[in-house]
Structure formats: C-alpha cells, structure tokens
C-alpha cells in the first residue's frame, strides 16, 4: 500500500505561483513513475505533468508547457509541481498519483495507468 499526500495550494493571484508537494510512504518511491492531474468542477480529471523513476525523463500537457515543472526527490520521497504564470483556468484540484509499472523510462498521461492517488490540493487562481 502507498499514501501520497499533498500539500502546497492556495489561493494565488493571477501571474502568481504556487510550489505544489507530493510526498509518498509505504513502498519504495524511486521505482514508481508520478505524475499530477487536475480535476475542475463540472470536468474530467485531466493530465498536468509526469516525471519517471529517476526524473530524467518528464512529461506535460501542451496546456502548462513552459510554465510548470515537475521534479522529484527520491531521498524525500516528494515530488513537487512549480506553477509560475498561473491563470485562472488552472483552477482546479490537482493531485498526484504513483505508477509501479516496471519500467524506469516510463511517463504516462493516461490516469488509468496509475496505482495510487493521493486526497487532492485545491489551487484558486483569482484575483
């Protein structure tokens, strides 16, 4: 079994920023591929950004290419999400989840392929 839980959101201004964190227990960290996802009332829960088992490979949706940027630190268990330039459509709950799927190169944006999710963290983009 895996807990994850996030911390990090708030309410920020737009053009603000936001450091959102993602730490995990109960099963070895550095061989599961994280990735966050965001869920806005009224929609889908949607891919935001991905990161493999050493951090060497990373993924994002074209949404928040070039303003957000997912890195991980296996020695803390944490992976973290920066949000800069935010905009009132990245409101939403995001949260992360765990993929255990044996392979070190491995991102994914499809949130059936992932194992464990943790309870979400609201961020408020508005001014």
């Known amino acids: 079994q895996v807990q994850l839980v996030e911390s990090g959101g708030g309410l920020v201004q737009p053009g603000g920023s936001l450091r959102l964190s993602c730490t995990a227990s109960g099963r070895t960290f550095s061989t599961s591929a994280m990735g966050w996802f965001r869920q806005a009332p009224g929609k889908e829960r949607e891919f935001v950004a991905a990161?493999?088992?050493?951090?060497?490979?990373?993924d994002y949706a074209d949404s928040v290419k070039g303003r957000f940027t997912i890195s991980r630190d296996n020695a803390k268990n944490t992976v973290y999400l920066q949000m800069n330039s935010l905009k009132p459509e990245d409101t939403a709950v995001y949260y992360c989840a765990a993929d255990f799927r044996p392979s070190p190169l491995l991102v994914s944006r499809s949130k059936h392929e992932y194992d464990y999710w943790g309870q979400g963290t609201q961020v408020t983009v508005s001014s």
């Open positions: 990161i493999s088992w050493s951090g060497g490979r990373t």
